[in-house]
């Protein structure tokens, strides 16, 4: 697998200028992600830093500072294990054998409870961010009727504030289309990090998932 640290091709004064300016508010994230790709910085890792700060170096969930910290780690363990086949189960066995339709809006309807009505979603194979209900529920709706086998592992994870930072592995099956990925049950594995931002009532407000583009496109033969 590809490492998820790309080594960096210019100087370390040049990437923490830029990683401080976002951090400011003087540079927006899409700029920070794509000038630091441009340099030879995964957006994960860049995500990372900004997120975390001087955080980074340990593994694993790194414990709450505060209450709502520690609420908001417990309410990802909770929307980590709706999104698995087992009816919630954290460490699931997975299956390759598709749902029912029934089977899959009653899980989407248990996920969409976790999000605010207005939330959006932001993944990098879509353009455009997915907003509200209705459509982060369709995107969950053809991801759980093509991808099986699905099995999420957190890697890295940490609360900082409002947000929850996790490293996971990804992997599974995909039969069918999703997003403009045509599969015919060929295995994934890909690495990433999901920023996941809440409000003051537990509600996923912002949801922002970052991988290497690329890899994914190579994997399902798009160039």
């Known amino acids: 697998m590809k490492k998820f640290w790309k080594p960096m091709r210019q100087s370390n004064d040049q990437i ?3 990683v401080d300016m ?13 000038s630091l790709a441009a340099l030879g910085a995964s957006a994960t890792a860049i995500t990372t830093f900004v997120a975390a700060s001087k ?12 209450p ?8 990802h363990d909770q929307h980590l294990a709706k999104q698995q086949r087992n009816g919630g189960s954290t460490t699931p066995t997975p299956t390759t054998a598709p749902q029912s339709n029934a089977q899959i809006d009653q ?8 999000y605010h009505p207005d939330a959006v979603v932001e993944d990098m194979l879509v353009g455009t961010p997915i907003q509200g209900h209705a459509a982060i529920g369709e995107r969950k709706r053809n991801e759980f009727a093509n991808m099986r086998g699905v099995k999420i592992s957190i890697v890295d994870r940490f609360a900082t504030g409002s947000q929850v930072v996790a490293e996971w592995i990804a992997e599974g099956e995909l039969h069918g ?5 045509q599969g015919n049950g060929q295995p994934f594995s890909f690495r990433g ?8 009532q537990g509600k996923i407000i912002r ?3 970052y991988y290497d583009l690329e890899e994914v496109h190579r994997t399902f033969g798009i160039f």
């Not at 709502?68 to 309410?75: G, H, P, T, V």
């Not at 899980?107 to 976790?114: F, G, P, R, T």
């Not at 289309?177 to 990925?181: H, M, N, S, Y």
């Not at 990090?193 to 003051?200: E, G, S, Y």
């Open 207 to 209: 949801e922002s998932l």
């Open 16 to 18: 923490e200028e830029m």
């Open 177 to 181: 289309e999703f997003l403009g990925l």
């Open 193 to 200: 990090l999901t920023v996941v931002t809440r409000d003051a």
């Open 22 to 34: 976002a951090a400011r508010g003087k540079l927006s994230r899409r700029r920070l992600v794509t």
């Open 107 to 114: 899980q989407v309807q248990a996920i969409l409870e976790d």
């Open 68 to 75: 709502q910290e520690q609420q908001n780690l417990n309410a």
């Open 55 to 66: 955080q980074i170096g340990s593994r694993g969930t790194r414990p709450a500072t505060t």
